[in-house]
C-alpha cells in the first residue's frame, strides 16, 4: 500500500498557516476546524508544519502565554515528508523514528495532502480487515476433500 491509497481515500482538504501570521489565529483555525495540524506554506513553498506538539513547547517556554508569538518562532521548520509513492512501511518506520503524527506528502515541491499517525493505522486495519475477510471466503469455499493427503 502507498501513501497515495491513503490520500485517495482521505480526500484532499489541506488547511494551511503562514510563518508570519499570530500563532493564536492559526491556534483558532485548528480548533475550529477540530485539527491537529497546519501545514506552513509561504510563497507557495512548504517551510515548516504546526502541531499541538509545538504549541504546547511554546505555551511552555512562555510561561503559558502565546501572546504575539508568530507561527515562525513555534513551527518545526524541518518537517518529516513523504510523496505519493512512499510504501505504508516506510511512513510507519519514519512517523515511529521521529515520534511524527502528522506528515505532509510532497510532489517535489508541491504539496499533495498531509497524512496523520490515524490515517496509517486505520488504513493498516482495513487492509487486515480486508485480508481476514478474504481468507474466511476462501477457508470457507475449500473444496471438501482437498485437504486429504493421498494414500501412498
Known amino acids: 500500500m502507498k501513501v497515495s491509497d491513503i490520500l485517495r481515500a482521505k480526500g484532499g482538504t489541506l488547511y494551511t498557516a503562514t ?3 499570530p ?3 492559526a491556534l483558532d483555525l485548528m480548533s475550529e476546524r477540530d ?3 497546519l501545514v506552513v506554506m509561504e510563497h507557495g513553498d512548504l517551510v515548516g508544519m504546526l502541531t499541538f506538539r509545538e504549541v504546547i513547547q511554546t505555551l511552555v517556554k ?3 502565554a502565546i501572546g504575539k508569538t508568530l507561527v515562525r518562532t513555534a513551527m518545526d521548520d524541518h ?3 513523504c510523496t505519493m509513492e512512499t510504501d ?3 511512513v510507519r518506520r519514519m512517523m515511529l523514528d521521529r515520534h511524527a503524527r502528522y506528515m505532509p506528502v ?3 515541491r508541491m504539496l499533495m ?3 496523520s499517525f490515524y490515517d496509517v493505522a486505520r488504513a493498516v486495519v482495513d487492509s487486515q480487515n480486508f485480508e481476514n475477510k478474504m481468507l474466511k471466503a476462501y477457508i470457507h469455499d475449500w473444496p471438501e476433500g482437498a485437504d486429504e493427503k493421498p494414500a501412498g
Open 19 to 21: 510563518p508570519d501570521e
Open 106 to 108: 510532497m510532489d517535489h
Open 79 to 81: 518537517p518529516l515528508t
Open 62 to 64: 512562555n510561561g503559558g
Open 35 to 37: 485539527i491537529g495540524s
Open 113 to 115: 495532502g498531509v497524512i
Open 23 to 25: 500563532l493564536s489565529r
Open 88 to 90: 505504508m512501511d516506510e
